[in-house]
């Protein structure tokens, strides 16, 4: 396997920076809760909350899917839940991709049952000619083609989740 660079890592960062400029209109006066969901997102959640110059909390949930081809019923379940009360928060959950949209749509219930004040989604890459639930994206770093990505955070069985820029790979 190649992985062969598709988005380089000077158009992510600014990429990263709309996202950050958008993301403090919407919360510098709120004390947000960022939750960044794990592993994929540690990579580009580090670099936006750097550019995030006023108050926030951060936390971590990790979910695993497990896709099955031959149906569309996906079984998602929660390996690590976030330690800080989710409660009257003002949250915002961090992903790095959104392909069928079953494992955010997951997250955005299990978080919604907690009573947050507000909550919304920010993913970096957004697969969505692959899309079989319609979750509300707020914030979309860019659009992706049906293609396997890796790099940034973001692996293909374990492997790649330290490439510095967004690769795809060629067989
Ligand atoms: P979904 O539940 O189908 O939307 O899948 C979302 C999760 O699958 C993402 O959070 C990623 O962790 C993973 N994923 C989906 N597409 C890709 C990809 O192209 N490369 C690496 N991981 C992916
Ligand atoms: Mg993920």
Do not use: W
């Not at 909350?49 to 929660?78: C, Q, W």
């Not at 800080?84 to 949209?101: A, C, N």
């Not at 860019?142 to 293909?156: N, S």
Request: net charge neutral; charged share 25%.
């Amino acid at each position: 396997m190649n992985p062969e660079v598709y988005i380089s890592k000077r158009r992510i960062n600014s990429i990263v920076n709309r996202l950050a400029s958008e993301i403090t209109s919407d919360y510098s006066d709120k004390k947000p809760l960022v939750i960044g969901v794990l592993k994929g997102s540690f990579v580009f959640l580090s670099d936006l909350v750097r550019k995030l110059d006023f108050p926030l909390e951060l936390d971590f949930i990790r979910v695993a899917s497990y896709g099955n081809s031959t149906k569309t019923s996906h079984e998602v379940s929660m390996l690590l839940a976030p330690g800080i009360p989710i409660k009257g928060r003002h949250v915002l959950l961090v992903e790095d991709i959104i392909d069928s949209g079953f494992s955010v749509d997951f997250v955005a219930r299990l978080l919604k049952k907690q009573e947050p004040a507000s909550l919304k989604i920010c993913a970096l890459l957004d697969k969505p000619s692959r899309r079989e639930v319609n979750t509300v994206i707020d914030y979309i770093g860019m659009e992706v083609p049906d293609k396997f990505i890796v790099g940034y955070g973001l692996d293909c069985a374990e492997q790649f989740r330290n490439l510095p820029d967004i690769c795809v790979i060629k067989e």
